[in-house]
């Protein structure tokens, strides 16, 4: 069976309403509460196309931020969500960039310091 390389992923984060607001609202979607022992999740949008969901999770003993897994997220214009990030909390670690005939990235940090990617073709 073929698959996408990233089935999952999980952004673990100390408080989780400020999280779920700063996601939500760079995005434009609603999380939705997913029932998990001994942990809080609250999981992005699912489709059946192409790519792989995942979720916020606030669990004791799992810090956030210094951890080296970077999520790239598919946005139209990248600006506009790292403009998002920064009213919402977060801060711009790199701005949008080329990455030549792969469209554009920018960098930023949610307000628990993880880092996530915008990538867009325009």
Request: net charge negative; glycine share 14%; proline share 5%.
């Amino acid at each position: 069976m073929q698959r996408n390389p990233v089935g999952w992923f999980e952004i673990y984060v100390q408080d989780m309403p400020r999280a779920k607001g700063f996601y939500e609202g760079v995005f434009g979607v609603s999380l939705q509460a997913l029932d998990s022992p001994g942990m809080e999740m609250w999981v992005f949008p699912m489709t059946d196309g192409p790519g792989a969901s995942g979720a916020l999770v606030r669990m004791d003993g799992c810090v956030s931020a210094g951890n080296s897994t970077l999520v790239y997220f598919t946005c139209a214009d990248c600006a506009v969500e790292a403009g998002r990030a920064v009213a919402l909390g977060g801060k711009v670690f790199k701005e949008k960039f080329s990455i030549g005939q792969y469209g554009f990235v920018a960098l930023v940090c949610d307000p628990d310091g993880n880092m996530i990617g915008l990538h867009s073709m325009a």
